[in-house]
């Protein structure tokens, strides 16, 4: 068998594209950064000018043999690591994933158990010179692992009536137990409880296969939460033209197997809802004739989406594959009767795609192919939840390399934009499915973050970091970019400048495989980007402020400089427990490189996590000692204190050691300091 690349060939009276559809100082740097959200690195010693990205600082392209070696050390050294942790006797490690950068730094990706128990929301990731060693950590979870027990209350059939009430609440069909009720230690919702988790199948409302995991408390019978882990989107067909493909012959025959990328192949489900279907196969090395009519045309728009993605992610970000370990995942096409989706399942590892309304346009495009592949990519990384916040920052992620790749692609028949499913026609009139640039142009999704944006569907609340990465790449305002105007806004009305799709796209993707976890929310993104860009860049960069306008610029934290814009920030985001009705603690900032004294309007951002925010006595102190007094005790019942001050410290000294200063004044309420940040204008 050989490997070989083929120039397939389409008439040019119907071009088509071919896809897939669905659609630093940084020592300083922070150790966790979760569902709360906190800040996240302190200033360089040595700032670092707006261009190249630090030396040492990207990841190096590892060969599978490199990654699997580096796991290997990683694990035979897991039980050190989980005391390094603090963690406790019945927990352990389990290596998921491996990242190495170019100075020697190694992130190590671990799930946890407990006492034998899969912790769900226990995921963490260490950074340090060699695998496994814990310099730094992020974590999904604070809460020390340490549930009152582990004994179940319930019946276990009680958790799998309760899961398969839930699929038939979203009306799914043929409804039925995948994975009997296994018990669990949810950890993501803060207090660790013993619980069940139930995987249902059968199908979803549209046709999409099923994988409802459902959790159930195990002691009281509640259901704590549920997600989908099949991961879909919308579209039609598309056409990228005459484009070169790489199959395998076998004696006579040529087949849709990619040896060159893992050993990817292309399957004909003809029709079909199970299986892999029939492998393409042919006598000949041209597939398809550009019409939707002929079976291998969708097929080949697949094959030449996958390539696409696979290259870029090698290519653009030094991973191989899905996983990390060169093993390719395989595509299925023509799933069901007039299916109008595509979607990623872990459990069969590929893509499938259907064929639209009418069986007439295959949802076979750049953007939606590498769509697909990156929602495995996530769930083999960040593993993001594909609910709440974290699920539109699971389907923004896919969204963001969906149109990266298709930049990457370079093909003049599909030419790189921000629109998604641009291609398909989903909506019958020529409009996208989606747009970066103003995502409430599909008249669902949303421009900026609001406090109850968990609560709507995935592929709407992904408009915050999709405006996010336009703002980040191209800047606010109107621009024309390959013939397609765009006119993004910013929700506090103040000028976004960008830095670049090639920045933007590095620091998101190191944020999605060193710094998200599977519980990771918005806030929890901005510190994990801004993380990314310390490292990448240097937090006094232009890079670094551009992180923060972007975000604030769709309603995520402040902007670099306070509410004007521009100005440097100095961050802390090291946790400090406060102990209840105790003594004082405090954390510290030391600052450098500023000249002179403090400014009259100096912003002192606080992100204090507690029970009773009423309890709590809060200062800034300057280096000489000098308490400036941000918050007295006032009662109420109101948790967490997440709020920006102005302060007048003109009269000190800028460079030095300042403190944030936190007392719990009363008992029964407990909580710690998250972050904080100083921001001089």
Excluded at 271 to 292: C, E, I, K
Excluded at 344 to 358: E, H, K, N, Q
Excluded at 456 to 473: K, M, P, Q, T
């Amino acid at each position: 068998m050989r490997s070989r690349t083929s120039h397939r060939r389409t008439p040019r009276t119907a071009q088509r594209r071919v896809a897939a559809v669905a659609l630093a100082g940084v020592a300083a740097l922070i150790a966790t950064a979760v569902q709360s959200g906190a800040a996240t690195a302190a200033p360089d010693a040595a700032t670092r000018t707006a261009s190249a990205a630090a030396p040492g600082s990207e990841s190096v392209k590892l060969t599978p043999a490199q990654r699997a070696a580096l796991m290997r050390q990683a694990d035979s050294v897991k039980a050190e690591t989980a005391k390094d942790l603090g963690l406790g006797a019945k927990e352990k490690l389990v290596v998921r994933d491996v990242l190495k950068d170019r100075d020697g730094t190694v992130h190590v990706r671990y799930e946890r158990t407990y006492d034998g128990l899969p912790v769900l929301g226990g995921d963490l990731i260490v950074q340090g010179d060699t695998a496994g060693e814990a310099d730094k950590v992020v974590k999904a979870s604070r809460t020390a692992v340490k549930p009152a027990t582990t004994a179940a209350k319930v019946p276990a059939a009680k958790a799998e009536a309760q899961a398969l009430s839930a699929a038939k609440a979203e009306k799914a069909e043929g409804a039925d137990v995948d994975r009997a009720p296994r018990k669990v230690i949810w950890a993501a919702d803060g207090k660790p409880v013993v619980a069940y988790e139930t995987v249902v199948g059968g199908l979803q409302h549209d046709g999409t296969p099923q994988e409802l995991h459902v959790v159930t408390d195990a002691t009281t019978g509640e259901k704590l939460y549920e997600w989908q882990a099949v991961q879909n989107g919308t579209g039609h067909t598309i056409y990228s033209g005459t484009v070169d493909l790489t199959t395998t012959q076998s004696g006579s025959t040529y087949n849709l197997t990619d040896g060159a990328r893992g050993g990817h192949k292309t399957y004909n489900l003809n029709r079909g809802t199970s299986g892999t279907g029939t492998l393409f196969s042919g006598s000949d090395d041209v597939w398809g004739n550009g019409s939707p009519s002929n079976a291998e045309s969708a097929g080949a728009d697949a094959h030449y989406g996958a390539a696409l993605t696979w290259d870029y992610y090698k290519n653009v970000h030094g991973r191989s594959g899905i996983r990390g370990d060169g093993v390719g995942a395989y595509s299925r096409v023509h799933y069901g009767n007039n299916y109008v989706n595509a979607f990623w399942s872990d459990s069969c590892f590929c893509m499938t795609y259907g064929d639209g309304s009418g069986n007439a346009n295959p949802l076979t495009s750049i953007d939606v192919a590498a769509h697909e592949m990156t929602h495995g990519l996530t769930s083999n990384t960040a593993g993001l939840n594909y609910s709440g916040e974290s699920g539109g920052l699971n389907e923004a992620t896919s969204d963001i390399f969906g149109a990266t790749v298709e930049f990457y692609a370079n093909n003049s028949s599909d030419v790189g934009d921000y629109l998604i499913g641009e291609e398909i026609d989903i909506n019958g009139d020529g409009t996208p499915l989606r747009y970066m640039d103003k995502p409430s142009k599909d008249g669902r999704s949303k421009d900026s973050w609001y406090s109850g944006i968990g609560s709507i569907d995935v592929h709407y609340s992904s408009g915050v970091a999709n405006h996010f990465f336009y703002l980040l790449s191209e800047g606010s305002g109107t621009k024309t970019i390959n013939g397609v105007t765009y006119d993004s806004p910013t929700s506090d009305g103040l000028p976004v400048t960008g830095i670049g799709r090639a920045k933007a796209e590095k620091i998101w993707f190191r944020a999605l495989t060193t710094k998200f976890t599977s519980t990771t929310n918005y806030a929890a993104a901005r510190t994990g980007t801004l993380a990314a860009t310390g490292e990448l860049y240097g937090t006094d960069s232009a890079e670094y402020k551009a992180v923060q306008d972007a975000w604030a610029a769709v309603n995520v934290g402040t902007r670099s400089g306070g509410p004007g814009g521009g100005g440097t920030t100095f961050e802390s985001t090291t946790d400090v427990a406060i102990p209840d009705a105790g003594a004082a603690v405090t954390s510290a900032i030391t600052v450098t490189g500023r000249t002179g004294n403090a400014p009259s309007n100096l912003q002192v951002a606080v992100d204090i996590v507690h029970t009773w925010s009423g309890d709590l006595v809060v200062d800034l102190v300057a280096p000489d000692g000098t308490s400036y007094r941000l918050r007295n005790r006032t009662g109420g019942s109101a948790d967490n204190i997440n709020e920006t001050y102005t302060v007048n410290a003109s009269s000190e000294t800028a460079n030095g050691t300042w403190q944030l200063r936190v007392q719990d004044v009363a008992r029964y309420d407990t909580g710690y300091i998250n972050g904080w940040s100083l921001t001089f204008p």
